[in-house]
């Protein structure tokens, strides 16, 4: 299913039997799409997406090294809101989407590759799967620093050990202390 309208909501979750992080799309105008995210790919979409915000910054990208660093971890930080997302409930799928049948069965399309295009305002996301339709969603920045946390977080308590480039998405720096 092709949810060309910005979704309602994104719920992701861990699936240990599967090994594989499943992304929930809501779409207001469509059936809930169910979505299984390996290990390689969830890397190499946080690398990449991490790296398209990186040069899509108009500050970020005429700063040097350290610097840009700085002004991403606080334009991530900032992204974020002030709960921690790692104890929300609210990332957790919901049960039937909001179709109102809650019994309705999803079946989970395994994500075959991702692509991101970047527009002016937004990113858009496209996840390919092998049986369905293309999936795509639109982020402004802020939502997609919010995604790629949720990501980080799920993976990290998933024990994946994701290999993540870009420093300021470190565990280490995702609260700021100013003295």
Do not use: C, Y
């Given at each position: ?75 991530h930080q900032g992204a974020l809101p002030d709960d921690a997302p790692s104890n929300s409930k609210s990332d957790a799928p919901k ?85």
């Open positions: 299913m092709n949810t060309a309208d910005t979704p309602t909501s994104l719920s992701l979750a861990f699936s240990q039997p599967e090994d594989r992080l499943l992304l929930l799309v809501n779409n207001p105008t469509g059936p809930q799409n169910a979505l299984f995210l390996t290990r390689r790919l969830t890397a190499h979409f946080i690398n990449g997406a991490a790296g398209l915000l990186t040069r899509s910054s108009a500050t970020a990208s005429k700063a040097t090294g350290e610097v840009r660093n700085e002004i991403l971890l606080m334009e049960q039937g989407g909001d179709t109102g049948n809650k019994s309705q069965k999803i079946s989970p399309q395994l994500v075959d590759s991702i692509s991101i295009k970047t527009n002016p305002t937004s990113f858009q996301i496209t996840m390919k799967t092998k049986k369905d339709s293309p999936v795509s969603i639109t982020l402004n920045r802020r939502d997609l620093h919010r995604v790629l946390e949720l990501l980080k977080i799920k993976s990290e308590k998933a024990g994946w050990n994701l290999q993540i480039g870009a420093t300021w998405l470190d565990s280490d720096k995702t609260k700021l202390t100013l003295n």
